[in-house]
C-alpha cells in the first residue's frame, strides 16, 4: 500500500472516529491533504482535521465536541484544554476576542487538544463537569484526569499563567509514573 493511499485512509477512519454528533460550528478551518497523526508529545494542529471537526475561536483552533477532543487527546497523548461556552455568552465572546488572541496564549495551545463544548449542544457534559458559569476553562490529563479549572472571563496573561499550570501538572505525573 503506497504512502498516500495509508494517509488518506487513517483521514477516513478519524473521519468516521469523529464525525458522529455535534452542533454547528460558527467557523472552521480545515486542510483535507494534510496528514493525521503525529508523534507522541508533538504539538497538535487541528488544521489537519475534516471539516466541521475544527473550529476557530480567537487564534486558537479547537476540536468540536468533548468525546471528538478527549479521543485526539488521548490518542495525541496530549493534555486537554476544556473550553465550555454557549453562543449567547458574552463573556465568552469577550475571552475569544481578547485572550484567545494573545501570541502568549496562541503558542501554548498548541501543546494541548484544545476543545470546545457548547452548552446548548452538549448539557450533559457540563453537568457532568458541574460547570455553573461561562465562559469556564478545565484541563485535563491525556487520560481525562482532571487538573486545573478557570471560571470566568481571563485576561490573557492570567490564561497563559494557568496553561503553564496544567502543562507543569503533567509534566509531574508523567515524571511519577516513569518513576514507578
Given at each position: 500500500m503506497s504512502d498516500g493511499t495509508?494517509?488518506?485512509?487513517?483521514?477516513a477512519a478519524l473521519a468516521a472516529l469523529l464525525l458522529a454528533g455535534g452542533c454547528e460550528v460558527r467557523s472552521?478551518?480545515?486542510?483535507?491533504d494534510e496528514p493525521t497523526s503525529q508523534a507522541p508529545g508533538d504539538e497538535f494542529d487541528a488544521a489537519v482535521l475534516p471539516a466541521g471537526i475544527a473550529v476557530n475561536r480567537g487564534g486558537?483552533?479547537?476540536?468540536?465536541?468533548?468525546?471528538?477532543?478527549?479521543?485526539?487527546?488521548?490518542?495525541?497523548?496530549?493534555?486537554?484544554?476544556v473550553f465550555f461556552t454557549a453562543e449567547w455568552c458574552t463573556y465568552c465572546r469577550q475571552m475569544e476576542a481578547d485572550a484567545f488572541t494573545q501570541d502568549s496564549v496562541v503558542e501554548l495551545s498548541k501543546q494541548f487538544v484544545c476543545v470546545l463544548v457548547d452548552a446548548d449542544c452538549e448539557p450533559g457534559v457540563c453537568r457532568d463537569f458541574r460547570i455553573q458559569g461561562y465562559p469556564t476553562i478545565q484541563f485535563l490529563s491525556s487520560r481525562g484526569v482532571p487538573l486545573n479549572r478557570v471560571t470566568g472571563k481571563q485576561p490573557g496573561q492570567q490564561l497563559a499563567m494557568q496553561m503553564q499550570a496544567a502543562l507543569q501538572a503533567v509534566a509531574r505525573r508523567d515524571?511519577?509514573?516513569?518513576r514507578r
Open positions: 495509508f494517509s488518506f485512509l487513517k483521514r472552521s478551518s480545515v486542510a483535507d486558537i483552533q479547537f476540536i468540536n465536541g468533548y468525546h471528538r477532543g478527549l479521543e485526539l487527546a488521548r490518542e495525541q497523548q496530549l493534555p486537554a484544554l515524571g511519577d509514573a516513569v
